[in-house]
C-alpha cells in the first residue's frame, strides 16, 4: 500500500505540471502569436523531453538543473509580489471584510490543494541518499520547511488582497494574475515551464524506482550508471 500510494502520489504531482506547461504555453501562443494549437500537442512535446530525462539514473547528475528551477521560483514569486504591489498601488487593494476565514462551500477543495503542499515528500529520502553532508541535512530541510511553511501564508494573504478573492478564484493558475499581454510575464511564464521540465524526472524518480522494483525484481543491477 505504502508503493501504490508513493507511485500515485508523484504521478499525479507531475500531472499537474504537465497542465501548468500546456496551459501557460497555449495561452502565451494565443496572445504573442494569435495562434490557437492544441494543448495536447504542448503535452506530447512534455514527453518528448521527459522520457529521455527519466532515465538519468543519479539525481546528482541533474543538481545543476535543479538549481536553476528553484531560481525561476524565487523569480516567479518576485515578479508576482511585484505585480500585487503595482496592483495595490492602483486599485487600493481589495477589502478582506467579506474574506471568510474558511469558506465551506471551497473548503473540500481547499484539502485536495493542500495535498500538494507536500509534493516533495517523496524525495526527502533520495535526496539524502545523494547529499554530501548528510548529518546536516534535517537541520537544513528543517529550516527550508519553516521558510515555506510561512511564505505560504504571507503569499496567499498577499495575493487576496492585491489580485481580490474572485479574480484568483477565477483564475487556476496564480500567474494568470499578471498581465497577459506583456512580453515579460511571457518571458517569467516560460523560464516557470522549464523549471517544471527539470523538475520532473526528480519528483518521479521515487515512483521509478518502485515500479522498476516490480518490473525487475530478480534481475541483476547494472554496473553502469548514467
Known amino acids: 500500500m505504502v508503493d501504490i500510494t508513493l507511485v500515485g ?56 538543473t535543479h538549481v536553476f528551477g528553484d531560481i525561476m521560483i524565487f523569480t516567479v514569486i518576485a515578479s508576482l509580489f511585484v505585480y500585487g504591489a503595482l496592483a495595490i498601488k492602483e486599485n487600493g487593494g481589495f477589502s478582506t471584510e467579506n474574506v471568510k476565514p474558511i469558506n465551506m462551500s471551497l473548503f473540500p477543495d481547499a484539502i485536495g490543494f493542500s495535498v500538494y503542499a507536500y509534493e516533495g ?23 527550508v520547511l519553516c521558510f515555506i511553511f510561512v511564505l505560504y501564508i504571507v503569499f496567499s494573504e498577499f495575493s487576496i488582497f492585491a489580485f481580490g478573492q474572485h479574480s484568483i478564484g477565477n483564475n487556476p493558475l496564480i500567474t494568470q494574475s499578471m498581465p497577459q499581454d506583456s512580453p515579460l510575464v511571457w518571458c517569467i511564464e516560460i523560464c516557470f515551464c522549464l523549471n517544471l521540465v527539470f523538475s520532473y524526472p526528480l519528483m518521479m524518480h521515487p515512483a521509478n524506482t518502485v515500479i522498476e522494483s516490480y518490473l525487475y525484481a530478480g534481475w541483476s543491477k547494472s554496473h553502469t550508471l548514467t
Do not use: H
Open 9 to 64: 502520489s508523484q504521478v499525479s504531482f507531475v500531472t499537474a505540471y504537465v497542465y501548468f506547461i500546456t496551459k501557460n504555453l497555449q495561452q502565451i501562443m494565443q496572445q504573442a502569436l494569435s495562434v490557437t494549437i492544441n494543448k495536447w500537442y504542448f503535452g506530447l512535446g512534455c514527453f518528448v523531453i521527459y522520457v529521455p530525462l527519466v532515465m538519468v539514473r543519479r539525481m546528482d547528475k541533474l543538481a545543476m
Open 121 to 143: 515528500i517523496g524525495v526527502i529520502l533520495p535526496l539524502q541518499d545523494i547529499t554530501a553532508d548528510k548529518d546536516d541535512y534535517v537541520r537544513v530541510m528543517t529550516y
